[in-house]
């Protein structure tokens, strides 16, 4: 018994020691029939520095992390490895900046669905851990840029 619990005890510890990742407000923009791509967007907060490395979803076939950056003058999208999460800083993942996109969409992500998410993190030490996120779909109520679809009207 006294084993058990002490084995309980440093598997808290170790997992108290990595990087506790927080994801607040995440949304998904809504797409119109046939759109074959979207964005997520979200906060994220780490008490550690951390990277976001990896993102998965079942309703798209390939999703990754992107950014939309100025270069020289024109805005372009990129798909970047990974999203810095330095320690009590958060970072905002939104329209015109990093963000997760989801490509090769399955199905019409339409406004009120709930899509889900899997974050992965990878902390100072190496380790990675993933973060499950509900992700509601809304409208995109500002243009910024890719993939937005025009309702007709």
């Known amino acids: 018994m006294t084993r058990t619990l002490l084995a309980s005890f440093f598997l808290l510890a170790a997992t108290a020691a990595f990087a506790q990742v927080t994801v607040k407000d995440p949304w998904v923009r809504a797409t119109v029939p046939q759109q074959k791509t979207t964005g997520a967007f979200m906060k994220l907060e780490s008490n550690e520095d951390a990277r976001l490395v ?3 979803s079942p309703v798209a076939g390939v999703v990754e992390l992107h950014e939309m950056a100025m270069e020289q003058g024109v805005m372009k999208m990129r798909a ?3 999203i810095a999460v330095p320690a009590g800083k958060g970072v905002e993942l939104k329209p015109g900046g990093y963000h997760v996109m989801l490509m090769e969409l399955k199905t019409q992500v339409k406004e009120g669905d709930t899509v889900p998410i899997t974050l992965t993190f990878e902390g ?3 380790k990675r851990r993933t973060v499950e996120v509900k992700a ?3 409208p995109l109520k500002t243009a910024p840029g890719h993939g937005e679809a025009k309702k007709p009207h």
């Open 80 to 82: 970047v490895p990974s």
């Open 54 to 56: 990896a993102a998965s």
């Open 124 to 126: 100072k030490d190496g």
């Open 136 to 138: 509601p779909a809304r």
